[in-house]
Structure formats: C-alpha cells, structure tokens
C-alpha cells in the first residue's frame, strides 16, 4: 500500500508539470519585436479603436482606466522626448506622459505606430500646463499667449511603450 501511496504522488506530480498553461497571450507578428521603454509588458489585451474611443468618452474627469492599445504618434517633446501626443480615434488626440517619469522617448518616432500599456484618464489640463507643453513643443510666442482657457483633455500615463521593428 505504501509503494501504491508513493506512485499515487509521482503520478501526480508528473501530470501536473503537463497541465500548466502559459499564461502569456503570444502578440501578433506585426509587434512581435521592438523596442520597450519603461516597464516590459505583454501584449494581452490590445484595445481596438473604436473600443479605446468608447472608454475615453464615458469616463468622467478624473477617472483612469487601465489600457493597452496601438496607436501612432503625432508628436514627441523636443526637448528630452518626456511626453507623447498620441492619435485617437475620431480625430481626437491623447497626451501620454511617463510614468514617474522613468523613461524618456526618442523625440524621431512621430508618425510612427507604438502599443501603449498603462492607464488611461480624462483631465482638465490648467492654461499654465498648456504654455508649458506648447513651449516644449517648440510653439511660437503668438501660439502660446493665444491659450486663455483651461481644456478637457485624454491622457495617459504610459507604464511601458513598446515600438515595432
């Protein structure tokens, strides 16, 4: 009966290394390899457009959401590359900023396509913020003195980025 119990036990053992799933999703052969800045992540749960659209318009200010979605980039701080003007859907646009501002983009991937992984939130951008972005993004002094009001604006605060190859 003892031999029965240690055979019992190796068995099990032996099936149960069988029965484990790999928990990562594999990404699709489009982003399969690339560059990451910031924090690595795997691409599990890539929003589509219309769906990342959809959570932007029904959050309200001050509410986050975690995401991941592919995206193109429109613009990048030229100064050290510490924030992102991203593309979202219907013409709309979301600033990305770093998380604990830990990382840094290289200021020549503008037009090029990243998957973003972190969170996503609504906000009220305050006219002082505005200058200051607008200065960094090497707007004329005209362009700046004409922000006069604060804006609604999507965001998102990037854990990790990842570009394609």
Request: glycine share 6%; proline share 3%; net charge negative.
């Amino acid at each position: 009966m003892k031999g029965f119990n240690i055979l019992l036990v190796f068995l099990f053992g032996f099936f149960s290394c069988f029965a484990q799933k790999d928990s990562k999703i594999l990404p699709s052969k489009d982003v399969n390899s690339g560059t990451n800045y910031g924090d690595e992540f795997v691409l599990d749960a890539v929003d589509l457009e219309k769906e990342v659209w959809q959570k932007y318009t029904s959050m309200a200010i001050s509410d986050s959401l975690h995401m991941q979605f592919k995206t193109k980039v429109k613009e990048v701080c030229k100064v050290k590359g510490c924030w992102m003007i991203v593309e979202l859907p219907e013409g709309e646009q979301a600033m990305v900023r770093f998380k604990n501002y830990g990382f840094f983009m290289p200021s020549d991937i503008s037009e090029k396509e990243v998957v973003l992984n972190g969170l996503a939130f609504v906000e009220e951008m305050s006219v002082e913020d505005q200058k200051h972005y607008a200065k960094d993004a090497g707007k004329s002094a005209d362009e700046i003195a004409k922000i006069l009001t604060p804006k609604r604006t999507f965001s998102f605060e990037a854990s990790g980025v990842l570009v394609p190859n």
